[in-house]
Antibody, heavy 118, light 107 residues
Framework: EVQLLGSGGGLVQPGGSLRLSCAASGFSISFYDMSWVRQAPGKGLEWVSAISRDGSGTTYADSVKGRFTISRDTSKNTLYLQMDSLRGEDTAVYYC???????????WGQGILVTVSS | EIELTQSPGTLSLSPGERATLSCRASQSVADYLAWYQQKPGQAPRLLIYDASNRATGIPARFSGSGSGTDFTLTISSLEPEDFAVYYCQHRSNWPLTFGGGTKVEIK
């Protein structure tokens, strides 16, 4: 059974940093593209970042480019999102997602709450 | 960036009724469009991919149609568990974008 277990969220001050993790089980992230999608409180879904199955390609939404970095550790079967220079508008639930049929999302993590506030 | 506009914002219907949700793209996305269902406190669930194909395990009452810029998600007869928010998403180019969502609520 495919499972994605996210961790690493919490409260952080503006300008601070946080690293989100997403531990995958039931499949190997080495064989799949992966992505992060976020949802601000009471709002819709926003795609944030993606990484290719071989790890060689990454892409970002303009809203996070230069501040967020997506990466993975295949030995731990874990996806990461390093978030720097955080702003209030980054407050959201962050979902990791397994990509299917380039680029839909067929499995999602449970969501990780990130709150940026002083 | 391709904008996806969903309408209506809210759809008030009774169980057993037919729901018709719309998603319009600001430029052609061919058939590279998906629909997701999200219930409160839960992650989204993939329903339809490539405009008209049901994802694994999705009931036949859900169907999708359209191509280019105009797409429709139809729920033929609403079950109690179908009351939720529905989002469309394209994969035509970067950045991937989602529509703003349609809430299907109990009338």
């Amino acid at each position: 059974e495919v499972q994605l277990l996210g961790s690493g969220g919490g409260l952080v001050q503006p300008g601070g940093s946080l690293r989100l993790s997403c531990a995958a089980s039931g499949f190997s992230i080495s064989f799949y593209d992966m992505s992060w999608v976020r949802q601000a409180p009471g709002k819709g879904l926003e795609w944030v970042s993606a990484i290719s199955r071989d790890g060689s390609g990454t892409t970002y939404a303009d809203s996070v480019k230069g501040r967020f970095t997506i990466s993975r550790d295949t030995s731990k079967n874990t996806l990461y999102l390093q978030m720097d220079s955080l702003r209030g508008e980054d407050t959201a639930v962050y979902y990791c997602a397994k990509v299917w049929r380039t680029w839909y999302f067929d499995h999602w993590g449970q969501g990780i709450l990130v709150t940026v506030s002083s | 960036e391709i904008e996806l506009t969903q309408s209506p914002g809210t759809l008030s219907l009774s169980p057993g009724e037919r729901a018709t949700l719309s998603c319009r793209a600001s430029q052609s996305v061919a058939d590279y469009l998906a629909w997701y269902q999200q219930k409160p406190g839960q992650a989204p669930r993939l329903l339809i991919y490539d405009a008209s194909n049901r994802a694994t395990g999705i009931p036949a009452r859900f169907s999708g149609s359209g191509s280019g810029t105009d797409f429709t998600l139809t729920i033929s007869s609403l079950e109690p568990e179908d009351f939720a928010v529905y989002y469309c998403q394209h994969r035509s180019n970067w950045p991937l974008t989602f529509g703003g969502g349609t809430k299907v609520e109990i009338k």
